[in-house]
């Protein structure tokens, strides 16, 4: 399979360091985790992604593949022997949708999602903006559990080639659940994943936590909160001091 390293964070929450995590777990391909302090990011991977500066990056034999949906592709296409199923479906139209979902959940599902942690973390006593961003999350899952009826074809995963084991969209929205749960657990708004508004996709969570390749890499609410606590509070209280 060649020389693969990942260059990932060291705070280990990172949705999209996940996402790669999970896309080589499931494909079986060993490779060499080196983590980066973003805070003083190293000659590799400055060398190795030059135009964002930023993890993650999986390096195949010394060529920097960036981006975290383009690396989840790259294995499967680049390892196509590897792994009980490919992770993007073989017919064409399958995978246009499934990329068009991949493309809604990174930009309309996850930023209200996150929007609510910085509302909670700069503005504590505005419920308003922290109740109008949660309303905004579980309307964009109510969309994506609509599409999961759509892919999976009745089986327990959105799939690649069938729905029987996790596939790319399972790791698309699957590396965003710990900050799913942390946006409830800190801050107090209603679980954004339930039982009672999306159904399936809440049934859907519980299998994608108990299967084997992924699940372990599901990190704990506390580690959302330490690096909310340590990052992005700061962060976020530097830019709203400066406006």
Not at 113 to 131: F, G, M, Q, V, Y
Request: net charge negative; hydrophobic share 45%; glycine share 10%.
């Amino acid at each position: 399979m060649g020389d693969l390293k990942l260059l990932g964070a060291v705070s280990g929450v990172s949705p999209y360091v996940i996402r790669a995590q999970m896309a080589l777990a499931v494909k079986g391909l060993a490779h060499d985790y080196l983590p980066e302090d973003l805070a003083r990011k190293s000659q590799l991977l400055l060398d190795s992604n030059p135009v964002h500066r930023s993890v993650p990056v999986l390096i195949h034999g010394g060529k920097p593949v960036c981006d975290s949906l383009v690396i989840v592709e790259y294995v499967d296409e680049a390892f196509p022997g590897a792994g009980a199923a490919a992770l993007l479906p073989a017919d064409p139209y399958d995978r246009a949708v499934a990329r068009f979902w991949a493309a809604f959940i990174d930009t309309k599902v996850f930023p209200p999602c996150l929007a609510i942690l910085e509302a909670a973390a700069t503005k504590p006593s505005e419920e308003e903006e922290k109740a109008a961003k949660a309303k905004e999350t579980v309307e964009a899952l109510r969309l994506v559990e609509g599409a999961f009826g759509e892919c999976s074809k009745g089986k327990p995963f959105f799939g690649g080639d069938g729905g029987d084991a996790v596939g790319y969209l399972d790791i698309v929205l699957g590396c965003y659940l710990c900050w799913f749960k942390g946006a409830g657990d800190i801050t107090g708004v209603a679980p954004l994943l339930d039982a009672a508004r999306t159904p399936e996709l809440a049934a859907w969570a519980a299998r994608f936590r108990a299967a084997e390749a992924v699940g372990c890499l599901v990190p704990g609410v506390e580690k959302v909160e330490a690096y909310l606590n340590k990052v992005l509070k700061p962060k976020w209280a530097a830019a709203a001091s400066s406006t």
